[in-house]
């Protein structure tokens, strides 16, 4: 006699807002649904300010982050804190994870939104002084820069919303960039270029982090009102994100140069019963907003494939 196994409908494999969005969705529609994450709330939990997600003028990104959970968690999903480290198919074409802890899972469906991991510089110093004047996040340590110089790498979105929120505490914020226009959205340009302790570097990279017990000064690649070298007392590294497709890959599900998962409208893989949503698949603009809503089409994709069914929910 073979032992029964608990199959999932649908198996999300991320704990940020698309994948809590989406297993909101999937327990709604009455399916049987489990997430998987590593760590809960992604990378916008790192966002000191989030203001284009409609219905709140001004959240932190921890906090949407944690309303969107909760606000699932009142349905009957599944959590699992544990990392996936194979997703295999069966003979009878049921998704078969294997977690780090050693536990197999077994789902007729899979939604994946992995998303991304934060970008390191690979500069020497980097590592060094990893949380003792090297972040990666602006609203967890901007407040021990009080009265200080600090510099932050990056140009586009996270870059600038994060030199903003550390003109609240320090004395100057430089901006250090690679070309020779910053591109976050317009309304933050606007406020950027207007704010008197901001002042940014063009097309320079620091080629490395100097100090011997706290940072010292940022070696540049380009010189700034006639030095190489930068004084400052933290750096803030905010240069974007690197695509956690791996798992999908091993499975043969079809990713662009980038290594995004290529999905369609419906959040649909080249692989059925295998979908993807947020920042990990090739959607052209990434935000909260787009991922949650691809999150919402993953959801009810996956309830189509469940329930064989032809229904429109529209
Ligand atoms: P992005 O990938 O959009 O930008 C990364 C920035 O870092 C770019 O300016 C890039 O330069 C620069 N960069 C990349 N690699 C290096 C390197 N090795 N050395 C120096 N500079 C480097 O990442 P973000 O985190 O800013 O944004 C990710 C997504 O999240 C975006 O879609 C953004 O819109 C969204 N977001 C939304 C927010 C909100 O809604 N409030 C807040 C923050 C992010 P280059 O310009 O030359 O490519």
Known sequence: MTAKILIYDTIIVGGGVTGFASAMYAARLGLKVMVIAESLGGTIALANAVENYPGFINITGFELAEKIRNHAMEYPIDLEEDRVVHIKRDENSLFVLTTMDRKTIHSKTIIFATGTKLKELNVPGEKKFLNRGVHYCALCDGGFYKGLNVAVIGGADSACMDALLLTQYAAKVYIIYRKDRLRPEPVTYNRIVKHPKIEIIYKTNVKEIHGDTKIDYLQLDNFHNGSDKLKIDGVFIAIGHT?????????????????????????????????????????????????????????????RYVTGTKFEYY
């Open 243 to 303: 695509v956690l497709s791996d798992l999908a890959k091993e499975l043969s599900v079809e990713l662009n140069d980038k290594n995004e998962v290529v999905t369609d409208k419906n959040a649909q893989t080249n692989i059925p019963g295998f979908f993807a949503a947020g920042d990990v698949t090739n959607g052209m603009f990434k935000q909260v907003i787009t991922g949650v809503g691809e999150g919402v089409h993953a959801a009810y994709s996956s309830y």
